[in-house]
T-cell receptor
């Protein structure tokens, strides 16, 4: 595809429910990143994939957060038992991988937990 | 820990005036440096980047930035702003070794007066 795509663009859920957010990286990009952007804040790193392994999960805020990646393609970020503080925009980015420093961002998924 | 500081949360300038957005970073070596722009409802778009070499880098939309090692700064400039430049601007640091994540500043919101 032309760019990084994410779905859904908006998600409203009730506290305690599980949600899945999807990211389709640019074709050929082996590295994939998830970030979180709370209202009025900068981006916080969550997790980085190289291929389908995750060498850096240091930004995941709790064990309610998990992510997986199928091959060098789609990634899913799962938040279990959502809390109101999980409300944010979740952004995905991809890059060419090792040595590919420039990251290309998707439009994000706006998550609202009621 | 690496950090990025954007001292100005909100800046207002008149259309046609010059602009400078400040960015300071804390890192043990020279990192990769980026400026991204985020317009309302849009994803992040890369304006420019610095990896090495000439410390004055040119970007898209008439923006430029200057890397000053002695001041650990990477300020963004534009000689004459246009109303369409109103957006949120983020400075980011890419780490050369280890994790490939970007560390972002909190952002500067730019408002343009007609």
């Amino acid at each position: 595809g032309a760019g990084v795509s994410q779905s859904p663009s908006n998600k409203v859920t009730e506290k305690g429910k599980d949600v899945e957010l999807r990211c389709d990286p640019i074709s050929g990009h082996t590295a994939l990143y998830w970030y979180r952007q709370r209202l009025g804040q900068g981006l916080e790193f969550l997790i980085y994939f190289q291929g389908n392994s995750a060498p850096d999960k240091s930004g995941l805020p709790s064990d309610r957060f998990s992510a997986e990646r199928t091959g060098e393609s789609v990634s899913t970020l799962t938040i279990q038992r959502t809390q109101q503080e999980d409300s944010a925009v979740y952004l995905c980015a991809s890059s060419l991988g090792r040595g590919g420093i420039e990251q290309f961002f998707g439009p994000g998924t706006r998550l609202t937990v009621l | 820990a690496q950090s990025v500081t954007q001292p100005d949360i909100h800046i207002t300038v008149s259309e046609g005036a010059s602009l400078e957005l400040r960015c300071n970073y804390s890192y043990g070596a020279t990192p990769y440096l980026f400026w991204y722009v985020q317009s309302p409802g849009q994803g992040l778009q890369l304006l420019l980047k610095y990896f090495s070499g000439d410390t004055l880098v040119q970007g898209i939309k008439g923006f430029e930035a200057e890397f000053k090692r002695s001041q650990s700064s990477f300020n963004l400039r534009k000689p004459s702003v246009h109303w369409s430049d109103a957006a949120e601007y983020f400075c980011a640091v890419g780490l050369i070794q280890g994790a490939q994540k970007l560390v972002f500043g909190q952002g500067t919101r730019l408002t343009i007066n007609p």
